[in-house]
């Protein structure tokens, strides 16, 4: 088990697990997260991974990863997580596979699966102490189905759901779910959000996964070009950004105590995010709507005075 | 009756394409349909959108196999298996292929042997819009070829544009492309014959079980075959005279493309390099430019 970490990203592992010549949209966030994550995992590993905009990484007769891809319905990844890890328990056991070739489980899924259609399957595999990883991309939307409004859509956006109109010219009314939350009030081993802008934090976080046994979960918010509405350029400075800004806190949870893993010196005004989006424009144009962009400042404020890192 | 199927890459617009040529056609005094083909698809995936026109009802339903005319949006579908943008296309049959090459090379390089229409409109696109987005110039060029009226060709745009655009400036600027499309191209008669090409056989897949039509796929990390590098509108390049192999570039890439030479600098793997730019963006020093890809004669730099 090596749990060193590491300190830039010269020192990330040269090997890529996953090969270019996916569908994914060009500049996809969610793609350049799971790229280091695999750089992370290895390849003895199996993703179980629900529907969503990375099943199409997967199309007859291709395959980006170089290790066993399994997929399941939105709702149900980490039970189809569940059966892959007990069977090969069952095999280890037996005799009938070696201890050697064991495979970590890693649960892939976006957000619509992750906070809602899947919430259930995943409380109960938390429950049960599965061992298994978990992946949220959580570019707030059903992105594969066009972007539809999700539990983690966040307050002010647009999506194929929300269009601003005049009855409600903010777009989604709803605040996201707290998902870091929710999975941590069942006191899982680990927890973690990271971002595709911090690759040191993120993999060093799965470095520090590695030595618990049981459910390992990570979120990461991930900007999505076509979704947002941004050019594929801006992917990674809109993560730095949504950190930047104090909206996507890079924290972790070890047996429920959390610790925040990056804390900006200076925050920067969450404007400077919103304002490079489509999805936010209507809050900019034709006019400014400066009630709803002063709420989504304060809460922001908010989280960073109640865990009293606000300088 | 008129059949034009429209090839497109997915975010392109050849869904909306088909539409305002539809409502086009529409204001025009004809009937018209138009629908898109949606699969698994993502931004740059092989997207089919179809229109069909008559003076007459048109009782006829579903994908339209035998095209009268074809609009190729992007021309590296010509060679791509999942697309094939040509099959079933009518004797006497027009295509139109979005290439800044001429048509007797476009027929050449892709061996086409029908009536072939070209024009860059990725460049009339970055040049009038901006950007590349090409739905309303390629209904443009569409309206024209189908021998759609111009003033029809402005309504459809107001209407159809009006609802996805809210920037006033930025739909005058489409509606522009578009008219400049339509009136660079010299109008065409399109007489097709009722019979499509021999050898054009219509695959139809009979019902598989479970086991048999959801396959496990055997093998890993075949995906570079699929060669996204022709979903690039710009290429990035590198300037080794600037770049300090800060190995950033190769850590932001979502595609995870980048790889270094004998003297540890960076380089792109072209085959599958979408051509996002994060790598331009994120290096530290601006080592990398943007250059507009050419894909019909950038063969030797796709190695
Ligand atoms: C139970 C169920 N409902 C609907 C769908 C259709 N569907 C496929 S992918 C998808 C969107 C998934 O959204 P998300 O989990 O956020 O992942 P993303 O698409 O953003 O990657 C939907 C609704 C489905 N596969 N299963
Ligand atoms: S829609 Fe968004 S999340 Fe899905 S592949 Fe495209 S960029 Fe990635
Ligand atoms: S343009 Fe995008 S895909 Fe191409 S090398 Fe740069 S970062 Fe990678
Ligand atoms: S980011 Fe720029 S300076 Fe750094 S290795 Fe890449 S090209 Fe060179």
Known sequence: MDTSTIRSIKELPPEENMLPGTAACAGCGGLLTLRYCLKALGDKIVIVNAAGCFTLLTIYPFSPFRNSWLYTAMACAPAGAQGVRDALDILIKKGKLDPEENLKVVVLSGDGSAYDMALSSTSGAIYRNLDFYYICYDNEAYGNTGFQHSGASPFGSRTGTTPPGKEVPVGSQLQKKNLFDIWNSHKPPYIATVSPAYPVDLMNKFKKAEQFKGPKLFISHIPCPPGWGFDPSRSVRLAKLSVETGLWPLKESVHGEVEHTYVPKKFKPVEEYLKEQERFSHLFKPVRQEDALKSIQEMVDEYWKKHELLP | ?303
């Not at chain 2, 698994?40 to 035998?66: C, H, K, N, Q, Y």
């Open chain 2, 1 to 303: 009756m008129l059949r034009l199927r429209f090839h497109g890459r997915g975010g392109q617009g050849a869904k909306v394409a088909s539409r305002v040529l539809g409502t086009a056609a529409f204001l025009d005094g004809y009937n018209a349909q138009d629908f898109p083909l949606y699969g698994a698809e993502r931004r740059g995936a092989p997207i089919t959108a179809f229109t069909r026109i008559s003076r007459d009802d048109i009782m006829e339903r579903g994908l339209v196999s035998d095209p009268d005319i074809v609009i190729v949006m992007d021309e590296t579908l010509l060679s791509d298996p999942q697309a094939m943008p040509l099959s079933g296309l009518k004797k006497g049959g027009i295509v139109f292929v979005n290439t800044p090459l001429s048509p007797l090379e476009t027929k050449e390089e892709y061996g086409i042997e029908d009536h072939v229409i070209t024009l860059d409109i990725t460049k009339v696109s970055l040049d009038m819009i901006g950007k590349s987005v090409l739905s309303s110039l390629a209904a443009g060029v569409a309206s024209r070829i189908a021998g759609i009226g111009e003033e029809a060709l402005k309504g459809a745009l107001e209407k159809e544009l009006s609802g996805i655009i809210s920037d006033r400036d930025l739909l005058g600027k489409n509606t522009e492309a578009a008219l400049y499309c339509y009136n660079t191209l010299v109008p065409v008669q399109v007489k097709t014959a009722e019979t499509i090409r021999e050898k054009e056989n219509v695959i139809t897949l009979p019902f598989e079980t479970a086991r048999v039509s959801s396959p496990a796929i055997n093998a890993t990390g075949n995906t570079p075959l699929r060669r996204t590098g022709n979903w690039r509108v710009f290429r990035p390049v590198w300037n080794y005279d600037i770049c300090t192999r800060c190995m950033t570039c190769v850590s932001r890439c979502p595609e995870g493309c980048i790889r270094l030479n004998e003297d540890g600098y960076p380089y792109a793997d072209y085959d599958n390099c979408k051509g996002c730019l994060v790598c331009a963006e994120e290096c530290p020093v601006k080592a990398i430019t943007k250059v507009r890809e050419i894909h019909s004669r950038s063969e030797e730099g796709d190695q």
